[in-house]
């Protein structure tokens, strides 16, 4: 083999050396996988060929680049892999193998805003296999995370939640210290939870304990409404929820909540033929998410629980089923603090507040305050003087709000508290 000057060719060696140092300089300050040069193949390259030797070089990478074929088998996968680098793989390892180059090429064009051609992506693949898994499950991670409408909760949401409200303490110690405690978990054979069902009344702040908890652990919140599933139709709902179910188990200290639990985890026994398919497909899917490695915390939350399948509550799908209900006084003293010091106030007598909103749940007093409000603007907008909110304020517009919580109510989720509680 005759060596011949490098003159011929630097297009090509300025080609590849500019998209491996321009990937690393480009992906430097995210810790790419693309950081190696690989200069004995840039050398070998520049140094033993001519200017023919090198027309059919880049010839033969267009050929074999249009060669290959979009469902390849596993033996083409192998062929492949070798005829890029000379590395051989087992078929049935180098099918994987094959799609994670792909995937790998696809991020290296994405980011160098160019297409990286096959042999390239595929050497650089496995130059530094495991960063680059690991650059491109972050890369696709953040898509997901802005497709699913994720948010960050600040960590004052948790202070919101009075420490004498029951689930506050339970959550704290059963949820929140394994699950940011990992090491020591670990250490004494504790299994963080995944997967929470929060039932309660109507209105008693299930979300917003969701929302604190997201918040507690600085983690991303992502909330799915049974709404969002059907929006291509009730027969497509099984087949949105298996999509979101993947796409959850690929994210990273996050927080799922599904709101309105009861309408796809419904009880199959009266059920349509639709209804059940959505809850079998449910029931596959908690499994699978229980199962991945990653930190997913998935929560539901429900009003009936009762109208849950009886699959979804016994042991080994959910593993806590707690308990939200109504508001001891410093719970209401709690949430009545944080929204008077919203308003305009004058002399509040927060104690008598509080006696007189028993059996308000949080969203009662949210729309309490929210008249309060309207009412103080009104005041001022009528008489153009500053209007501040009082304990006259609020008996005159108390008598006008019915609090949620009934003597029934009350006592059929005490019932259920029994029936279904397991933490």
């Given at each position: 083999m005759k060596v011949v000057s490098p003159r011929p060719f630097l297009n090509y060696f300025q080609f590849l050396l500019h998209v491996r140092l321009g990937a690393a300089f480009t992906f430097a300050s995210q810790k790419p996988a693309i950081v190696k040069i690989n200069y004995v193949f840039c050398l070998v390259d520049l140094c033993c060929f001519d200017d023919s030797a090198?027309?059919?070089?880049?010839?033969?990478?267009?050929?074999?680049?249009?060669?290959?074929?979009?469902?390849?088998?596993p033996e083409d996968c192998a062929n492949n892999i070798f005829e890029f680098s000379g590395t051989k793989f087992e078929p049935e390892?180098?099918?994987?193998?094959w799609q994670q180059i792909l995937q790998h090429k696809w991020l290296m064009s994405e980011k160098l805003g160019r297409d990286i051609g096959l042999r390239i992506s595929c050497i650089d693949f496995l130059e530094?296999?495991?960063?680059?898994?690991?650059?491109?499950?972050?890369?696709?991670?953040?898509d997901i995370l802005a497709e699913m409408g994720a948010q960050r909760i600040g960590r004052e949401k948790w202070d919101t939640i009075s420490d004498s409200q029951p689930p506050k303490q339970l959550v704290q110690r059963r949820i929140i210290l394994p699950l940011a405690e990992a090491a020591l978990s670990k250490?004494?054979?504790?299994?963080?939870?995944?997967?929470?069902?929060?039932?309660?009344?109507?209105?008693?702040?299930?979300?917003?304990?969701?929302?604190?908890?997201?918040?507690?652990?600085?983690?991303?919140y992502i909330e799915i409404l049974p709404s969002m599933l059907m929006v291509d139709g009730i027969e497509r709902l099984g087949a949105n929820l298996h999509s979101v179910m993947e796409k959850a188990r690929n994210l990273e200290e996050?927080?799922?909540?599904?709101?309105?639990?009861?309408?796809?985890?419904?009880s199959r026994d009266a059920a349509t033929r639709i209804d059940k398919s959505i809850t079998n497909e449910f029931l596959k899917q908690v499994p699978l998410l229980k199962n991945q490695g990653n930190k997913v915390l998935f929560v539901c939350a429900t009003n009936y629980i009762r109208e849950l399948d009886a699959a979804l509550l016994r042991p080994g799908r959910f593993d806590c089923i707690i308990p939200v209900g109504g508001l001891d006084e410093d719970g209401r003293r709690t949430i009545l603090e944080q929204f008077l010091s919203k308003l305009n106030t004058g002399n509040v007598d927060i104690s008598l507040i509080v006696k007189m909103t028993s059996r308000f749940t949080p969203?009662?007093?949210?729309y309490l305050f929210r008249q309060a409000a309207h009412f103080a603007f009104e005041q001022e907008h009528a008489s153009k003087q500053d209007y501040r909110v009082t304990t006259d304020t609020f008996l005159e517009i108390l008598p006008n709000i019915r609090p949620?919580?009934?003597?029934?109510?009350?006592?059929?989720f005490q019932k259920d508290s029994i029936t279904y509680s397991r933490t």
């Open positions: 090198e027309a059919k070089y880049l010839n033969q990478e267009e050929i074999m680049n249009s060669a290959v074929i979009e469902n390849p088998s390892i180098a099918a994987e193998v530094n296999m495991d960063q680059a898994l690991k650059e491109y499950i972050d890369y696709k991670r953040k250490k004494h054979g504790v299994t963080p939870p995944k997967t929470i069902i929060f039932f309660g009344p109507p209105g008693t702040g299930k979300t917003h304990f969701v929302k604190a908890i997201a918040g507690a652990l600085s983690w991303w996050a927080v799922v909540f599904i709101d309105e639990f009861e309408e796809i985890g419904a969203a009662d007093i949210e949620s919580l009934t003597e029934e109510i009350i006592e059929e």
